[in-house]
Structure formats: C-alpha cells, structure tokens
C-alpha cells in the first residue's frame, strides 16, 4: 500500500477515535448531569449558611482564602481548603447571592469529574485489552461502564447536593486530572525521538516538563482541596503500574518496566513535589494565626501523670473499637448503597445488611484481583483511597465519623474494579467466540450492572432532592434515628431558626437528656447555649442565665455563648435604666459593663462576627458614645456581604453621621 494512503487510512481511524471517545465522554457526563439534577433546586444545608453569610465575606478575597485571617466564625483550622473558598469568591462573584450557581457549580464539577474518570479508565483498561489480545473497542465499553458507575453511584449524593460538599469534587476531580497527566508523562517521557529529528528531542523534554509541572500543580490543588488528596503520589504508583505501560495516547504498549522506568520515577515524584507544595503552604498559613485559632475551640483541662497515660490507652481502645464499624459501614456503601444516606454522629454498629455488603465488597476485590495487572492496580487503589476516609471515624475531626461524601474518592478505586471485571469478561468472549459459558457469564455481568447503574441512578436523585435544606434534611434524618443526640440538636436549631422556640426547646432537651454523659462536648456547648438563646429571645431572663453559664463552662472558648451572654447583660441593664432609684442605676452601669466585657470576649475570638461588633455599637450608643459606635458598624461592614442587612446597616450608619 502506497504511504501516502496509508497515512490517510490511519488519520481516518485516529479521526474515529477521537470522536467515538468524545461521544462516549459525553454519555458519561450527562449520565452524571441527569442523576444529580435535583441539586439544582437545593438551598442551604447545614454550614452552608455560616459559610456564605460570614466567611467568605470575611476572607474578602483570594488572598484571604490561602490565608484566613484570625478568628474566622466558626472556622477550623485543621480544615485548610483555600481552592474550595477561591471556588466560592468565584461562585459570589459570577452569581451573587443566587444559590443556583453555587450549586450549579458543584454538579458540573462532579459530570466533569465523571467525564475525566472515564479517560482515566480507558487508559488504564488498556492494559487488560493487551494482556489478553483483546478489542480496544470492547476495553473502550469496559471503561465506560465504569465510568458510569461512577456517575450514578449514591454515595455522590451528598458532596453533590450540598454547596460545601465541592470539596470532595474538587480533590477528586484534581486527582484524576493528576493522575492522566502522570500518564502521560509516563508515555512522553518513554518516547524516543530518532537521531535525524533535529530539535524534536529538545520539544519532546519540553513537553515532558510541562506535563511533570502539571501533575505538581493538579497534585497541589488536590491536596489544598481536602486532605484525602494525601495519598495521591501512592494513587499514582498503582494507576502506573495498573497500567503496565500502556500509552494513553491509543492502547500502545511502552518497552520499558512498569514502576522502575524513570519516567514513572518522574511522574511519582512530580506528584510527591506537589503534595509537598501544599503541605508547606499550608503550615505557612497556619504560623500567623495559630495562637487566636487555638484559643477560639473549645477547650478543656488537661490530664496529667497517671491520669493522662490512663485517658490515652482509653483513647486507643475507643479508636479501636470504632475503626471495625467504620470499615464495615465505607465497604458495604461501596458496593451496596442501600438504603438512602442518612447522617451518622455515631459510627453505626456492625448489622447483617454492613456484613453482607462488607462480604460484596471483598468478593468484588477478590474477583479484581483474579482479572489482571489492573484488577490488581483497582484493589490496592481502593484500599489506599479508602484511608484517610476513615481518619475522621479514628480521630474526631469532624462530627460526623463516617459519611457518604468520605467515599466519593474510594468509589473511584471500585468502580474500576467493576471496569476491570468487565473487561475481563469482554477478552474471555472474544478469545473463545464460540463457548456459550463464556458468553452467558458476560451476558449475566452486563445485566447486573444495566440493573445496579438504574437502581444507583435512582437512589442518587432521590437523596440529592432530600438535601434540599435543613428544613428538609433534620426532620427525615430524625425519622430514621429519633433517638440520635446530634440530630435531636439540629433539628431544634432548625425549628428555633424558624421561630418555633417551644419545639425546639423541647428537641434540645431531649438531646441534653438522652445524650448525658456521652455527650459530646462541643455538641454539649452548641445545645446548651442554644436553650440559653432560647429563653432569653423569649425573654425568661432568670432561666437564660444558668443555660448561658454552663455552656460556658462547658466551652469557654465557644464565640457564640459569650455574645448571647452579652445580650443577657444588656438586656439587664436596659431593664434597669428605666427605674431612676440609685440601685437601679449602679446595677444598669454594672451590667453594662458586663455586657461591654462579654461581647469584648466573642469579638477577641471571632474577629470577624457581625453580630458582636454590631452588639458593640449598640452598646455603645447605650452610653451615648457615637463614635464608638461608628467605627464598630464600619468594621462590620467590612465582613457582611451584600443584602437587605447590608443595606439596613448602611442607612443606619449614615444616620449616625457616618
């Protein structure tokens, strides 16, 4: 055949190519859209409020969100995610305060995620299709249908369905691009440039470059977006050595070893460096403020001596005791998410439907493993996903131990498991074309995942939808769990926000109630400073008090507490002003003073709150000192985003002659 025809022959089917597997991208992507639509609709869910209304605006720019400025309400520190608060001054910036886009946003990052995960696939995959002579068509089926496990899977729900659940999104969709670029560098880097191709050698190591600073970048932004981007440069030796040195670029098979060639050395280490990258950022941004953040937690008196070696070994032995449940619970929603998610402040015990879905997903493992090289790469990428999913159930740093969202990077790791079962069966179909086992055993494969992808698409619509607010939420999460502190908690929150005190009072002491002493205490502070917000919005001063004062005692440095204390004194004092008796008015100048000091307090540890400056100004035209009370205003106005509140506040300053 003449060269020239045989260019044009390979052209075509590069042509081909390219647009089969952008069709095939666009399946999987809309897949995604379609399950997660009903994110659209949501509104506000839990911290999403405090988020929006009070940090962002307080961090003002991006500046702020690498480096947050002290005393940030109801900030942790250990959480140290600026690409996810850049997302949201973008989001503030493109849409206001339509919540639309906020949630636009994280469904599209999710569909792109999906869309990426599938290139992913048909990289690795590729390797399976070589092994056993098979068709790069059937490898290419094969991948997408694990990415369309991966788009439908309900374990998605909640990071897609809540505004500040992007920042699972966002870590897996930067680990995925992270980890295409690393094989690429891969196969780049592989490559060898003949002698007469001049200065193509010199572009070639430029673009191996380029692709190694890549993977650094997509590594760093990875890790800057949730801390379960830690393991990506151990994600990347398994994606490499799944892949057995097979080019991304068209299933074409590298010479050299999987993991001891230098290019995956290269691409490793790129990964590596942008870990490293960000870890160093972000000890650097906690230097400056580490000290307010400290003192803004809530607190407790150390053990020591004896005391403190008996509270550790009791520690390890609670640490012990939950790490079981919580494997049992990651497994058996990998692979079985049914039923719908709920919220856990508990890790849930051991119960036949977990054990039946830790058996699944073990069996599921094992049968991985029997496959290939991939198989084996999706077993071990899923175990290694699936740690710092259980850091939360082993070390408190969050309130809810285990959860749907702590999976979304694990059910990277299963669905390619799924992907490289069925391409396996696909090689063992056309190897004996005529052995009829061979077929009804693929033919079985493929019926059960059509039915699972319909089921999990489903599922995932309906447990979008029922993030739709707290109002939503609470109350059906209740249902399942009526007797759970935490969520006896939220729901009373929920209630007293929207002006039903008595019922949310009643909720709140059944937390306190059926909590005791197990209660944890940050959860033990919020309930009880909430009972104290409660009568004294209602105005039962004398019963506000003892609420006000044991939540204190129970979370000195919990903000929130010291401002409604301070309301309690004013509230005294302003009670006190009308009676003209000299008691009366030394009690209203001492209460005064309380309140100044109380509200001194929330300020020193949340900065930026609006509603303790505007306390202070308030307090200071009690005593008629307007200057005061303009600058506190100002220094509201600094950290309250645009609104209605916005407005009123504005008028009200200028009023004062500000």
């Known amino acids: ?22 069709l095939l991208v666009i399946l999987v992507v809309a897949a995604a859209m379609l399950a997660t639509a009903p994110a659209l609709r949501n509104g506000l869910f839990w911290d999403d409020a405090i988020v929006l209304a009070r940090q962002v605006p307080a961090m003002g720019d991006v500046r702020g969100a690498f480096f947050p400025p002290p005393g940030l309400p109801q900030f942790i520190p250990s959480y140290y995610r600026p690409v996810v608060f ?57 991948a997408v249908a694990a990415g369309l ?49 001049g200065s193509a050698g010199d572009t070639s190591a430029a673009r191996a470059f380029a692709l190694g600073i890549s993977v650094a970048v997509l590594s760093a932004l990875a890790l800057l977006s949730k801390e379960s981007a830690i ?20 299933g074409r098979r590298l010479e050299q070893g999987p993991l001891s060639a230098k290019r995956n050395r290269i691409a490793i280490g790129a990964a590596t460096c942008g870990i490293v990258l960000a870890l160093v950022l972000r000890a650097f941004a906690g230097m400056g403020n580490a000290a307010s953040n400290a003192s803004a937690t809530v607190t ?4 020591s001596g004896g005391a403190a070696a008996s509270t550790a070994a009791s520690a390890w032995t609670e640490v012990l005791a939950r790490l079981p449940g ?32 830790a058996l699944l997903f073990l069996a599921l493992a094992a049968a991985a493993w029997a496959t290939s090289r991939s ?74 995942l059509s039915l699972w992808m319909v089921a999990a698409a489903w599922t995932t619509a309906r447990a979008v939808a029922s993030y739709r607010n707290d109002a939503t939420f609470w109350p059906a999460a209740l249902e399942r769990a009526p007797s759970d502190p935490f969520l006896l908690m939220k729901h009373g929150q929920q209630l007293a926000d929207a002006g039903r005190f008595a019922e949310g009072e009643a909720e709140l002491r059944r937390a306190l109630e059926l909590g005791g002493e197990t209660l944890g205490r940050s959860t033990r502070t919020v309930v009880l400073d909430n009972l104290g917000d409660i009568a004294l919005r209602a105005g039962r001063l004398d019963e506000a008090k003892p609420w006000l004062d044991r939540a204190l005692e129970t979370g000195p440095g919990y903000a929130p507490a010291h401002l409604h204390l301070a309301r309690w004194h004013r509230a005294k004092a302003l009670g006190a002003a009308g009676d003209p008796s ?72 200028r009023a004062l002659g500000g």
């Open 1 to 22: 055949m003449p060269r020239g025809r045989e260019q044009d022959g390979r052209s075509r089917r590069e042509r081909g190519t390219f647009v089969r597997t952008a």
């Open 86 to 142: 850049v997302t949201l001054l973008l989001d503030r910036a493109v849409w206001g305060t339509n919540l639309f886009g906020f949630h636009f946003d994280v469904w599209l990052l999710h569909a792109l995620t999906a869309g990426l995960f599938f290139l992913l696939m048909r990289a690795v995959l590729a390797a399976r299709a070589e092994e056993g002579r098979g068709s790069g068509r059937g490898n290419g089926w094969s």
């Open 149 to 197: 496990l991966f788009a439908v899977h309900p374990v998605h729900a909640e990071a897609v369905a809540w505004i500040m659940g992007r920042a699972d999104v966002l870590a897996a969709l930067f680990t995925v691009g992270g980890l295409l670029a690393a094989l690429r560098v891969s196969a780049r880097s592989g490559s060898v440039n003949p002698p007469h191709a």
């Open 231 to 250: 393991v990506l440069p151990a994600l990347a030796a398994i994606v490499l050595f799944g892949s057995s040195g097979i080019s991304p670029e068209g």
């Open 300 to 303: 407790a008196t150390a053990p």
């Open 326 to 357: 919580a494997l049992v619970f990651s497994m058996q929603r990998l692979v079985w998410p049914w039923p719908a998610p709920v919220f856990h402040a508990q890790v849930p015990g051991i119960g036949w439907i977990g054990a039946l879905g």
């Open 375 to 448: 198989g084996k790469a999706a077993a071990l990428f899923t175990c290694a996903a699936l740690l710092p999913g259980l850091a939360p159930a082993l070390t408190r740093v969050s309130l809810s131990p285990v959860a749907d969202r702590y999976l979304y990077m694990p059910s990277l790791g299963v669905c390619w498991m799924a992907g490289a079962i069925a391409a396996s069966g696909v090689v063992a179909v056309r190897a004996k074309p005529g052995a009829g086992r061979a077929r009804a055993a693929a033919f079985l494969t493929l019926v059960a």
């Open 582 to 653: 000299d008691p009366a008015k030394a009690l209203a100048a001492d209460e005064s003073r309380r309140a100044v000091a109380s509200v001194d307090e929330a300020i020193r540890l949340e900065p930026t709150s609006t509603e303790a400056l505007l306390l202070r100004a308030d307090l200071a035209l009690d005593r008629g000192d307007r200057r005061a009370a303009i600058g506190a205003i100002r220094e509201a106005l600094r950290y309250m985003d645009t609104g209605a509140d916005r407005t009123r506040i504005e008028t009200a300053l």
